[in-house]
Nanobody, 124 residues
Framework: QVQLVESGGGLVQAGGSLRLSCAAS????????QTWFRQALGKEREFVAT????????DYADSVKGRFAISRDNAKNTVYLQMNSLKFDDTAVYYC?????????????????WGQGTQVTVSS
């Protein structure tokens, strides 16, 4: 079992930055691919970014490519999402996920462990 706790969300003006953290406990996260999803009010949960177990490989949604950066510190059992040049459309609850089952990592159904989410609100 893995417990995930997100932090770092908040209110920021458009163009600003935030760094989200996802701290894992229960098992070492170096065993898991880690992924960030987000869900805006009234919309489906969508893929944001993913990072391989070693951190060597990353992938991003087109909407955040060049603005967001995912990283991990396996020694601290923590994954990060650095968000720069934030836009109003980035407003959402951000979730980290682990326990990838091996199907498409873009899909939320492929993950067995989720955090409770952290709210990011970008004012225009």
């Amino acid at each position: 079992q893995v417990q995930l706790v997100e932090s770092g969300g908040g209110l920021v003006q458009a163009g600003g930055s935030l760094r989200l953290s996802c701290a894992a406990s229960g098992r070492t996260i170096s065993n898991y691919r880690q992924t960030w999803f987000r869900q805006a009010l009234g919309k489906e949960r969508e893929f944001v970014a993913t990072i391989s177990r070693t951190g060597a490989l990353t992938d991003y949604a087109d909407s955040v490519k060049g603005r967001f950066a995912i990283s991990r510190d396996n020694a601290k059992n923590t994954v990060y999402l650095q968000m720069n040049s934030l836009k109003f459309d980035d407003t959402a609850v951000y979730y980290c996920a682990a326990g990838y089952t091996g199907s498409s990592y873009y899909m939320s159904a492929a993950y067995g462990y989720w955090g409770q989410g952290t709210q990011v609100t970008v004012s225009s």
